[in-house]
């Protein structure tokens, strides 16, 4: 699915999906309630909601705390795994980078979102949009290469040790 499109055409979204998007919309409207970016999510696994979250980034400090990273923290924490294969996530804004990868890490399969990441960026001017690395306006400059041999030969011997 390319970002900003629909995930399914008008009249064709199953109710599993539907209910768990009326989920996370729910908790997206209590963390506007306690001051927090109005953003929820849901994992789902065989049509059935597993959890609901949303984002806390105010309440926590952690600007990490998007709702599906919360989401899927606690999912592997209580699972006792790294694996969330099987499971798709509802979320109520598409993911930004952070999330996407996370998301790809946990082996999440399908991801259903409401509003683009371009309609939250209209309204806050601050998201970040998909693009080449280090060309966010107002980011971090990203520069890579420093002592690589070096990096390279760790992530070898961790690649050839089975450490995966």
């Known amino acids: 699915m390319a970002p900003g499109q629909p995930a399914t055409r008008a009249g064709a979204v199953p109710p599993a999906a539907e209910a768990a998007m009326r989920r996370a919309l729910d908790a997206a409207r209590r963390a506007a309630l306690a001051g927090e970016p109005p953003i929820g999510a849901c994992l789902v696994r065989d ?27 606690d999912a592997c924490r209580r699972g006792r795994t790294l694996s969330l294969a099987g499971c798709e996530l509802v979320v109520t804004v598409e993911p930004c980078p952070m999330c996407l990868a996370a998301s790809r890490y946990a082996g999440i399969g399908r991801i259903v979102f409401g509003a683009t990441l371009e309609d939250l960026h209209a309204l806050t001017g601050g998201e ?37």
């Open 47 to 73: 049509g059935v909601v597993l959890a609901a979250a949303s984002n806390c980034v105010v309440s926590e400090l952690d600007i990490t705390a998007h709702a599906e990273m919360v989401l899927i923290r």
């Open 128 to 164: 970040l949009l998909s693009g080449p690395r280090g060309s966010q306006p107002g980011g971090p400059t990203v520069e890579g290469g420093l002592l690589r041999a070096e990096s390279l030969a760790l992530l070898r011997a961790w690649a050839g040790g089975g450490q995966r």
